[in-house]
């Protein structure tokens, strides 16, 4: 079955740690994003990547760090300098946009971290 | 700054009723206006609108867009429990980034 997979679940970190969130796709898509949803507030976006070993900063990239060493993986690390990192975090991904091609993202199941 | 507002933010609902979601958008040279249902986890996709006045439909829900207003209603008929989901409006302009709402907390009750 095509899919996005995140993992884990559920990740709860101590403050001053830095984590690691898994993002794999084999859709065959050529972009990727990383979204982060807080109650109440929409998707925001961290890092984007449309191609491989490129990567872009979205809106709220600080304290965060990603790589783009395959296609099928955009890695997403939640570093100690992120003040406010309990929240949830969705992985997508879309084909490339072309000058004709509509695309919508697909999503991950999300990953819920929790900073103790 | 490009902005995507959603209204109401929340909406409960008895089984049976009809509901308008809304979604106003400024964005730079928009190019597609897109709702997902979000229920526990992943949002799904649900309509991609791109031209004004053509209506998409799917069962219960349709959805238009209008560029000229620069909006986009999302209604469903006959609400069910299972409707119960955050919806959520994204614009996409020049780039290949999306710009959401803050999506519209639907609540269906028996």
């Known amino acids: 079955d095509g899919g996005i997979t995140q993992s884990p679940k559920y990740l709860f970190r101590k403050e001053g740690q830095n984590v690691t969130l898994s993002c794999e796709q084999n859709l065959n898509h050529d972009a990727m994003y990383w979204y982060r949803q807080d109650p109440g507030q929409g998707l925001r976006l961290i890092y984007y990547?449309?191609?491989?070993?490129?990567?872009q900063k979205g809106d709220i990239a600080e304290g965060y760090s990603v790589s783009r060493e395959k296609k099928e993986s955009f890695p997403l690390t939640v570093t100690s300098a992120q003040k406010n990192p309990t929240a949830f975090y969705l992985c997508?991904?879309?084909?490339?946009?072309?000058?004709?091609?509509?695309?919508?993202?697909?999503f991950g199941p999300g990953t819920r971290l929790t900073v103790l | 700054e490009d902005k995507v507002v959603q209204s109401p933010l929340s909406l409960v609902v008895h089984e049976g009723d009809t509901v308008t979601l809304n979604c106003s958008y400024e964005?730079?040279?928009?190019?597609?206006l897109l709702w997902y249902k979000q229920e526990k986890k992943a949002p799904t996709f649900l309509f991609m609108l791109t031209s004004s006045g053509i209506e998409k439909k799917s069962g219960r829900l349709s959805s238009i867009l209008d560029k000229k207003e620069l909006f986009s209603i999302l209604n469903i008929t006959a609400t069910q429990t299972g409707d119960s989901a955050i919806y959520l409006c994204?614009?996409?302009?020049?780039?290949?980034?999306?710009?959401f709402g803050t999506g519209t907390r639907l609540q269906v009750f028996p």
């Open positions: 990547s449309q191609i491989v070993n490129d990567f």
């Open positions: 997508a991904s879309s084909p490339i946009r072309t000058s004709s091609a509509y695309n919508e993202q697909f």
């Open positions: 964005v730079t040279n928009f190019r597609s």
């Open positions: 994204a614009v996409e302009g020049i780039t290949d980034k999306l710009i």
